[in-house]
């Protein structure tokens, strides 16, 4: 039975450019989640600056950990336990988050568990809230698609103990070329959302982009990257402001195929329980379309977040901990540090 009540994790994410704090409970119910964007500060760099990254989490976190117990009523009393990313991400930027929780750790007298943003990504699709429906836990293995600006991962998940890895990037995440695609057409960072939106304003069929097809299930983009650069520099200034949409919805085929593509083959090689799909790309319109109706034909049971939960986020971070509450997991605490690099499948 669905369940909205307490006690709730407290989960702080700060493991890149968004400061998020959240209040979830062990089913996943998202009381309360609160994240402050930095893309405003880091757009006229084009891209994050570290440095300024963990500046700003110094000087929101606590505030909006403040506001968001305040404003639900809870006390520290109420809490079950603290969640922080603590790997991977910006050193300066993890560090932040980390040794925040493990002050109100020592100063409530809580456990804290440290958490790989990757499961978090991997979780996310269960999590719900007041304008989202419940998931129940699926049956393993699931076949999960993990996309954002820093990966892009094909995991078999056997249990919550056990993620296998079939296959990731060899060069450039999905993410990270469209923010690329994105800076080369002068559209804004962070440049995924915005490279979906111009491509629904636009048609497909006039521009070629290549697609990799590699054996086995790792992906590639750099070879659609490359070819990218060179296509829009040679399309002459008129030409490419009227077509600007139409650049972009060829583009954003071109990643789909290519992830759809090693998606289906693993599908096909394992036969799981569920298809996921997770990560800040995944709120791109045209892949959940492309993924859902697909899964829909084959009758597949498919899961992913709703959009809110599918770029980075601390109610992810929260429902990892209650995994590992549930498997038994000890908390960190004192021994807890920020990694910035994290091993495959390094989730307990
Ligand atoms: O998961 P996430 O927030 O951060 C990382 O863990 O990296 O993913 C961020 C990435 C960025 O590269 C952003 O451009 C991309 O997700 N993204 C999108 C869309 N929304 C965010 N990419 C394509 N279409 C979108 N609608
Ligand atoms: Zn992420």
């Known amino acids: 039975m669905k369940s909205a009540c307490g006690p709730y994790i407290l989960a702080i994410e700060t493991s890149c ?64 336990a603290i969640a922080v990313t603590n790997r991977p991400g910006l050193i300066g930027s993890l560090i932040v988050g980390v040794v925040t929780a493990k002050t109100l750790g020592q100063v409530w007298g809580l456990p804290v568990y440290g958490i790989n943003h990757l499961e978090g990504h991997i979780l996310a699709p269960l999590l719900w809230d007041d304008l989202h429906e419940k ?22 998940v056997h249990s919550l103990a056990k993620y296998q890895l079939l296959g990731s990037t ?42 990799t097809k590699l054996d086995g299930y790792d992906f590639s983009f750099s070879g659609l990257k490359s070819a990218a650069d060179r296509l829009v520099r040679q399309i002459p200034n008129l030409e490419f402001e009227n077509n600007i949409n139409n650049l972009c919805a060829d583009f954003q085929s071109a ?4 992830l759809f593509y090693q998606l289906k083959k693993a599908y096909q090689d394992y036969h799981p329980q569920v298809v996921m799909l997770t990560g800040g790309v995944s709120a791109n319109s045209e892949l959940r379309v492309t993924v859902k109706n697909w899964a829909q034909s084959k009758k597949i049971p498919f899961y992913m977040p709703a959009l809110k939960y599918c770029t980075d986020n601390s109610a992810m971070i929260a429902l990892a901990a209650w995994k590992k509450i549930e498997l038994g997991v000890a908390p960190q605490n004192a021994s807890l540090i920020a990694q910035p690099n994290s091993e495959v499948g390094d989730f307990i």
């Open 17 to 80: 450019d968004d400061t998020s704090v959240s209040l979830v409970n062990q089913e996943g119910y998202v009381l309360c989640q609160v994240t402050a964007s930095q893309d405003l500060k880091h757009q006229i760099f084009g891209g994050v600056v570290p440095e300024i990254a963990s500046r700003l989490h110094a000087e929101v976190l606590l505030p909006l950990i403040d506001t968001t117990l305040k404003n639900k009523n809870i006390s520290p009393q109420d809490l079950k």
């Open 135 to 156: 998931n129940e836990l699926p049956p393993f293995n699931w076949l999960t698609l993990a996309v954002s600006g820093g990966h892009t991962s094909l995991y078999l």
């Open 170 to 211: 060899r060069d450039d995440a999905a993410g990270e070329v469209f923010d690329k695609f994105a800076k080369i057409l002068n559209l804004g960072f962070p440049g995924g959302a915005l490279v979906d939106q111009a491509a629904q304003r636009g048609a497909k069929g006039r521009y070629e982009f290549p697609v």
């Open 255 to 258: 990643v789909i195929e290519n």
